[in-house]
């Protein structure tokens, strides 16, 4: 009987695991958490709860910018090009790393659906499916792998 119980704790705890967990404000300005956010509002994914994907890399602390010395000395340009580059290069990697998990979510996922302006579920057919995710390899293919 324990080994039942613990095989069903197992079961429903790996469940869990795999899922995404979303993060908004509402139109009140309260804190919104949910399995899919609503059309049109920024949600952030909340890390801890199964949201890791094995292709994105662990967050970094900005990097502290130099400072000069005095008012007279102009800092000098390649620093300044060198921490520009270095953001645009944080922020693709950033974005390949969403493009590449919406492609993951979109190939792995067995009943896919948008949420309709009532909010209901309006599941997706095969060439919608399809469709979609020929954008999302699109996606990737510009935003992970070109050179500017």
Request: overall charge neutral; glycine content about 6%.
């Amino acid at each position: 009987m324990k080994r039942l119980l613990l095989f069903a704790a197992l079961i429903a705890w790996s469940g869990m695991s795999g899922a995404v967990v979303y993060k908004w404000l509402d139109a009140q300005g309260k804190v919104q958490y949910g399995d899919r956010p609503p059309n049109g509002v920024h949600a952030e994914v909340v890390e801890g709860l199964g949201a890791h994907s094995p292709n994105s890399a662990p967050a970094r602390a900005p990097e502290p910018t130099p400072k000069v010395a005095s008012r007279d000395q102009p800092a000098p340009d390649d620093a300044a090009k060198k921490a520009v580059q270095d953001d645009v290069a944080q922020t693709r990697a950033k974005e390949c790393a969403e493009a590449q998990e919406r492609y993951r979510k979109l190939i792995e996922g067995r009943r896919l659906f948008k949420t309709g302006d009532n909010g209901e579920r309006q599941y997706l057919s095969s060439e919608e499916i399809d469709t979609q995710r020929v954008d999302a390899k699109r996606d990737i293919d510009t935003i992970c792998n070109s050179a500017t």
